[in-house]
């Protein structure tokens, strides 16, 4: 794990220790989610077109400081879905990415697009904690997981009916991924020890995950995050078989959302 990753988790620790203690269960989960009127399908909203946009929003991150000064979520989430998003990430950290789980909370009340909850999670009561407050998706980090963590992670979670996004970051990480069996996995493009951004590591780490399977890769989504800026890019992860993007600094930096995603999807 690299300085800033263990830095953040550190910190997520802190964090969970003033959660109430819980023994999450697949039930639990069920029993929070059938409370609500409107189920959404993140997974099944990534396959329909031919690149599916999950549009981030972000206000700030460590790497880029604050990307989008005049920050109102709901209103950047209300453009993401009239310019034909298909998903949302929001992130909810607050120390490094000075995000909130309230936004989810808001950004449900405000538009009808599956919600990915955009944090660190290191322990199952996060889990309840993204369903209590909107999220239809969750992201497991693989880097900051052991292998039992996220196996449970992702059995609690899918078992209840979440779709799970499953990041890596090399080939070692993408091994574990396929081995719990992640139907949705994310592709970060960002060195996580540099911070620079390659997308040669999605066409690498494409190659390795259609070697499987024909069918197994059908039910599967591939994900392409960080880097993404000119339509060059999204034909690029396109044709190396990414069936979704994950986009925000680009998007929040435009000046115009619905051009932006125009350029991008079309």
């Avoid at 909203?45 to 991150?61: D, M, P, Q, R, T």
């Avoid at 909370?105 to 009561?125: G, Q």
């Avoid at 997981?145 to 609690?156: I, K, M, P, T, V």
């Avoid at 494409?206 to 399977?213: D, I, P």
């Amino acid at each position: 794990m690299t300085d800033i990753l263990a830095t953040i988790v550190a910190e997520k620790q802190r964090e969970i220790a003033r959660l109430p203690v819980a023994n999450v269960t697949v039930e639990m989960l069920r029993a929070v989610l059938a409370k609500r009127q409107d189920q959404r399908d993140f997974f099944g909203a990534l396959k329909h077109g031919s690149v599916a946009l999950i549009a981030e929003v972000k206000k700030a991150s460590p790497s880029a400081g604050v990307i989008c000064a005049n920050f109102d979520p709901v209103r950047i989430a209300c453009e993401y879905e009239a310019a034909g998003a298909n998903c949302l990430s929001v992130l909810t950290d607050e120390k490094f990415f000075q995000g909130s789980l309230d936004y989810l909370r808001r950004i449900r009340a405000a538009v009808k697009l599956p919600l990915l909850r955009k944090d660190f999670i290191v322990d199952e009561r996060q889990i309840l904690e993204s369903v209590e407050w909107g999220a239809d998706a969750i992201l497991l980090i693989v880097a900051i997981l052991d292998d039992a963590r996220l196996r449970r992670f992702h059995d609690l979670a899918t078992g209840a009916g979440l779709s799970v996004l499953v990041e890596v970051h090399d080939a070692p990480e993408l091994e574990r991924a396929v081995a719990i069996g992640a139907r949705l996995i994310g592709v970060n493009n960002r060195d996580l020890k540099t911070f620079k951004v390659n997308l040669g590591t999605t066409e690498q780490l494409a190659a390795k995950l259609h070697a499987t399977s024909a069918a197994e890769c059908l039910e599967r989504v591939l994900v392409a995050e960080s880097g993404i800026h000119t339509r060059a890019d999204v034909s690029r992860l396109a044709g190396c078989g990414a069936r979704a993007i994950l986009v925000g600094e680009s998007l929040m930096r435009s000046g115009s959302i619905a051009g932006k995603v125009k350029e991008l999807i079309g």
